[in-house]
């Protein structure tokens, strides 16, 4: 079975929590330019926010 492409970047940190570079998801869904890429994960975490959603970004 193939692995899912997520899987292959995703790191773990010291405590086992899984995350993921901004950078390496960018390229995995192959935004050109990293800035443009940054815009969305603004307006992300905004729209989180504004949900009251947390997530330790």
Known sequence: MKENIFETIKK???????YWSSRELGEV??????RKFLTVVNKAKIACENNGVSGGF
């Open 12 to 18: 773990i940190d010291d405590n086992g929590k899984e």
């Open 29 to 34: 869904l192959e935004y050109s330019d990293y």
